[in-house]
């Protein structure tokens, strides 16, 4: 149990308010948002005479149960503990309340868990006495811009009262010490209000604008003077005549960040686009778009609105804005249609008869259309198997196209040549004739090798195959279109064929 006055209390609750205001490590809507209440119960206990007990603060939980109770009660006992030590010293006792008092609070802000929500802390302070007040915005989904008593904290003037004081404005005019603004899906301007006892030089500054886009700016502007400062890279330092309250002199603009949107290139790939959707309210400096070499190739100065990047072939891009010396920057990817040529074969110089693999490398095709320059044509196939019944040279061609008209053509050259006599394989005779609907294969001399055979159209398509067991195989073609098929055998070293005719 310890006992205060009001006066002794005030200066020490003043000055670690500071230190929590301007510590860097305190990161946390709720650990401050629970700081705030503290400093408005702390108050009304000292101006009771009350004897000051941790479990007075409890009752804070009672609303704001996210908070780690049994943490920040061990961390209130300390404090208290720590102010009991060193109350009635001189004033190395004083700083040493504050400097310990500030390691306290950034080891118990690491309790509580940090929020994915967008958070601003602005903190105003006097630069002669070096007193400063922090206010809190927070764009959180499922909250109002309006004020609702179990999302925000009321802003109470402390008069008189040397430290400055800051706070923002809801969407309905209430000043809030936290003031939490809804989701945020558009540009806000919201109004900031402050309360100084004296006249002076005070300096705005950002303590903390957690996950926002890097392309949205946070700009102070300062209506009497009509500046306006960024205060992601800077600080507004002002010089301030009037004392009391001012509630009509700075904004703080938050802007929605800038939209980008692509359309392919087409079959040229030279008429890429990326639409830029931004603020009107934001003139960029310059606005660059650079390769994935990291090569400049676009630039636009004094930018503000919506505007395009034209002429782009299909790639990866960085478009950067740049506002003073402040250079965020977006990845995107600009789309094509353009087909690139490309075909392979298995083999170039190959046997009749022998089955050789065609592949189509081009890029962005939904349709193949294959000429193999023996009077054969196969389309819808990406990468055909083929075979050519004849020796000779052909020029093997593919026609490649897609849905959105472009086309591209490749050949290559194709030598075939006889590989085997026609009427034996390792010197053992082979028979291949119709019977009625039927094709019927005989092999006399079976040494033990592996044969198979493959039924052929003219097309080069494969119909039937499978192995050739001793004696004789008899296939039925009664389910094929009479007409010209091509009956090939092989064994693993050699191979013949041999056109039969299928009447009805």
């Known amino acids: 149990m310890l ?63 996210h908070v780690n109770r049994v943490e920040f009660g061990n961390w ?46 602005i903190l105003l302070q006097d630069s002669a006495s070096g007193l400063a007040a922090v206010t809190q915005i927070g764009f959180v989904a499922g909250t109002s811009p309006l004020f609702i008593a179990q999302e925000d904290i009321a802003f109470v003037l402390q008069s008189p009262d040397t430290t400055p004081q800051l706070y923002s404005f809801t969407q309905d005019n209430v000043a809030c010490s936290s003031n939490a603004y809804g989701p945020f899906d558009n540009s806000t301007i919201l109004r900031l ?72 290139a087409g079959c040229l790939n030279n008429d ?48 950067e804005f740049d506002y003073s010396v402040y250079t965020p920057q977006q990845n995107v990817l600009v789309g094509q249609h353009q087909l690139v040529a490309g075909l392979n074969v298995s083999n170039n110089h190959d046997f009749v008869l022998q089955d050789i693999q065609f592949y189509t490398a081009a890029s962005n095709a939904t349709r193949f259309a294959w000429d ?46 006889i590989g085997t006599s026609v009427n034996s394989i390792d010197g053992n005779i082979v028979k291949i004739f119709t019977d009625k609907s039927s094709i019927r294969i005989e092999m006399d001399n079976i040494s033990g090798a592996d044969y198979n055979y493959s039924i052929y159209d003219l097309q080069g398509q494969a119909l039937k195959t499978g192995p050739v067991p001793a004696g004789n195989l008899l296939v039925d073609m009664s389910n094929n279109a009479a007409g010209v098929y091509v009956v090939a055998v092989r064994s693993s070293s050699a191979s013949l064929a041999q056109k039969v005719v299928i009447a009805r």
């Open 3 to 65: 006992f205060l006055t009001n006066s002794t209390f005030g200066c020490i609750l003043n000055q670690m308010t500071a230190i929590i205001e301007n510590e860097r490590g305190i990161h946390n809507f709720s650990i401050n948002f629970v700081i705030l209440k503290l400093e408005s119960k702390a108050r009304e206990i000292c101006a009771a005479s009350y004897s000051v007990n941790t479990t007075k603060f409890f009752d804070l939980f009672t609303v704001y149960p």
């Open 76 to 121: 209130l006992r300390k404090m208290f503990l720590v102010q009991n030590n060193c109350l009635h010293g001189a004033q190395s006792g004083m700083r040493k309340v504050v400097m310990i008092f500030s390691l306290l609070v950034v080891t118990v802000s690491t309790v509580f868990s940090a929020s994915p929500e967008k958070r601003i802390e």
């Open 193 to 264: 209000g402050l309360a100084i006892s004296d006249s002076g030089t005070f300096i705005f500054s950002k303590q903390l604008y957690s996950n926002f886009d890097p392309a949205s700016m946070l700009i102070l502007e300062d209506r009497q003077l009509n500046v306006f400062t960024d205060l992601r890279r800077s600080t507004y330092k002002v010089a301030i005549n009037q004392t009391g309250e001012i509630n009509s002199r700075f904004y703080l603009h938050i802007t929605y960040p800038p939209a980008l949107v692509t359309s392919p």
């Open 272 to 319: 890429g686009i990326i639409f830029i959707t931004e603020d009107s309210s934001i003139t960029w400096t310059a606005c660059k778009v650079f390769d994935s070499a990291a090569i400049m190739i676009a630039i636009d100065t004094n930018v503000t609105g919506n505007f395009t990047f034209t002429g782009l072939p299909g790639g990866n891009y960085t478009v």
């Open 372 to 417: 193999f320059g023996d009077g054969s044509v196969i389309t819808g196939i990406a990468n055909p198997t083929y075979f050519y019944i004849f020796p000779g040279v052909y020029t093997a061609k593919v026609n490649c196209s897609n849905d959105f008209g472009c086309t591209v053509e490749s050949d290559t050259l194709m030598y075939i040549e």
